[in-house]
């Protein structure tokens, strides 16, 4: 319940009957096009991904790299966290005093798929399905985890600026525990 509340949030301070009436301004035409190319994004991502796995049944090769997923390993994530700052951009116009709260929605959403359960349990995953095989570890190499950008580019570019702008983490370089290794020698 307090989730819900929570990404409510900036929809409910612009619905509110209280908001006060306004035009629409350019701040408000810049969060309706970070919502809707988010909400595009991750549609799009969504379907491909679906697409993908229904045509790869059965494939040696399980991970999807055409369309978004060729710029980004996790596009439909980008597009949710865009959707998200979206919502929050249209709305700060109105806010004041404590409805400044609101940015708890996207802070919230991206947190969570960064730190808890979007980024990290997929590369967990994923590594441990596809970690072994070199074409997985190139196209990892060569592909923004979040940040959509170009595989050409992506794979010269210093680690720090992956961590400061594309959210490439260290911790999501996830490499087979000591107990896992241990386990397969066996």
């Not at 009436?21 to 096009?33: K, L, P, Q, Y």
């Not at 950008?149 to 594309?166: D, H, T």
Request: net charge positive; hydrophobic share 45%.
């Amino acid at each position: 319940m307090v989730w819900v509340y929570i990404l409510a949030l900036p929809v409910m301070f612009v619905n509110s009957p209280l908001a006060p009436s306004r035009n629409v301004g350019a701040v408000d035409i810049v969060g309706a096009v970070v919502f809707a190319g988010g909400l595009l994004f991750e549609a799009i991502s969504d379907h491909v991904k679906f697409t993908f796995k229904l045509r790869n049944k059965g494939a040696t090769k399980g991970w999807c790299e055409v369309g978004p997923w060729r710029i980004s390993r996790h596009p439909n994530y980008f597009g949710e966290i865009c959707l998200w700052w979206g919502a929050f951009i249209v709305s700060a116009t109105i806010l004041e005093r404590a409805k400044w709260i609101a940015v708890l929605t996207p802070v919230a959403v991206t947190c969570i798929i960064l730190f808890v359960s979007g980024v990290p349990m997929l590369e967990r995953s994923n590594d441990k399905k596809y970690g072994d095989d070199p074409e997985y570890q190139e196209y990892k190499r060569a592909t923004p985890i979040l940040v959509p950008g170009l595989p050409c580019c992506y794979r010269n570019v210093p680690s720090l600026i992956k961590v400061a702008f594309c959210c490439e983490f260290p911790f999501y370089a996830n490499k087979r525990s000591e107990e896992e290794e241990a386990m397969g020698k066996r």
